[in-house]
């Protein structure tokens, strides 16, 4: 999901550059007509992965002839890192993070960007008077650091506030606890998950469920701070191989069928997530494929393709914005070799002379009903 | 034999006592504490009381009982925490009996090596504590990465494998630091007389240094187990190494919102692991001393 420990990378980095050199090529390695392929994800199997799940499960990545094995993300697990070092051939990351990767040296290229939209939220009690990034100023403001915090900060910046006097700024932990006490004023929450989380919890007042009327949520697609999310990156040297190119435009057209097959059936993708082990409730998990499916439907562009101009706005923020301590996300424009949409026109080719929908223009998204724990 | 069988009921009794008084403190605590803990001045001098921070002792035990997955229960078959917890254990436990296992073995071969050469503990030593300093953080994804290009011969290197070494990392430091304290324990006199004997550093070891230092060894074991399921706790959820309770308790955390018993069951989970590799190094020590005393 996010959680990135930005100072453990350089030294992970360090220590990688004086590992073992022989490393096998895993890309490479052909099992009985088949590539074998693992992808790193970003944190523990959940609906914002239902995709790739769905591609392994309903066969869509052994169509392309492709094995892929799904390796799930850790509290320290650092995606990019992981795709830097040739531990995995592919990975789930945020962009801006990623950037700062590559600042460091990670040689990784972005090659299709899934979601859309951000499904960041900064959410707080409607009755405390947070109608705009400008309110929040002399608020206790939660948010989970570690490079997840920079959209909250530029619509801070935007709003005329000093993130670092104007709020008090609170380290959030894993659960939604400290808003609902009151802890904090305003908390941060994906709209797929942490949101959830609020809406499944009882109001001691009155019993019942909070309501979304409960709560007021500063979007940062409408503010216009929102930075690109969940990415496809691969290893910059190995898609310099024609046969491991192959292998991305296979891997592509596999996890985008995946992404089109969770849009027309959400139930069953929560239920193969389910399958695979994840610990959170089913409607919680059926409220999560609907958020994850809004990010990314509808597709004006074609799924997975990075639109340029939300690109831009993605690197200028991560070029201006500081963070509490005077930093900002990266320092200098990416060059060139940072993404290409080379691979996802051609997996989108392959789907679209398949009869899939790659744009789902006629998506709608369901209403989903929480129940108490997201049972 | 009555005294002894006297003092093992005792033992059985203030165990359960001790439990008991635990439970109780915990729902004392409950019933005159404030529900929004107390501060002063500004900072939370008492934690909260309220349900969500401290659910009932009775909740807890209950939710072993429930299905893992709220309103899945015909995904999965309906699994009952106290299951998936129990499963979750023995994995664990897996991982924390071969880091237990080697890092003890490392710890004892340090020591001795420490012991024998003067020049290998002066140098040695520093980075043996050095060692402890590293923050796992930064540790657990380096081994995670290098695992991931290790195999054992043609069985490939499994992620628990990487947990285990963490695990053992942990371990090895207190069974170095104290076994080479223990190894050193002989009196000067005691030396000599071996000396006498003209016994050879082999002899010496066996028979004078290696006993005299069972009274170093079975406390720095006790360290060393807890040392390494922490380490293979921490290890699971910093590599999201899946099956383990260390990745049980941050899943479950996250569902701290709205089902604070969930995540005591994982936690009393990690606490039965700790008792269990407690429970076995005061097994050993017990027939170590039998044996002694035969």
Redesign the interface.
Known sequence: MRRMIGGALAGVLALAACGTADEPDTAGGDTGGTTAVKLQLQWFVQAQFAGYIAAVDKGFYREQGLDVQILEGGVDIVPQTVLAQGQADFAVAWVPKALASREQGAGITEIAQVFQRSGTYQVSFADSGIKAPADLKGKKVGNWGFGNEFELFAAMTKAGLDPGRDVTLVQQQFDMQALLRRDIDAAQAMSYNEYAQLLEAKDPKTGALYQPSDFTVLNWNDIGTAMLQDAVWANSEKLRDSAFQDTAVKFLTGSLKGWAYCRDNAAECRDLVVKRGSKLGASHQLWQMNEVNKLVWPSPGGVGVLDETAWKQTVDLALTTKNQDGQTVITKQPEAAAYTNEYVQKALDALKAEGVDVNGTSFQPTTVELKEGGA | MRGVAGRRARTAVTAVAGVLLAVAVWELYKWVGAD?GTSVLGVRVLP?ADD??MPHVLDVLRRFGEP?????AE??QGQVVGLVVLRACLFTLRAVAVGFGVGALVGLLLAVAMQRFRVVERGLLPYVVLSQTV?L??L???I???G??LSLGSYPWQPWMSVATIAAYLAFFPVAVGMLRGLQSPPPVAEELMHSYAAGWWHTLVKLRLPASTPYLFPALRLAGAAAVVGAVVGE??????GGIGR?V??????????PAKVYTAMLGAALLGLVVAGAVGIAELASNRRRAT
Do not use: K, V
């Not at chain 2, 959820?237 to 899946?242: C, V």
């Not at chain 2, 941050?250 to 089902?259: G, K, L, P």
């Open positions: 929004d909260r969500a921070a893992e997955l709220a309103g899945g995904l999965d923050p953080i930064a657990a994804p380096a995670a990465g290098w991931g290009r959820i910093s590599t999201g190494t899946r049980l941050i899943e479950y955390s996250r569902e701290a919102t709205a089902d």
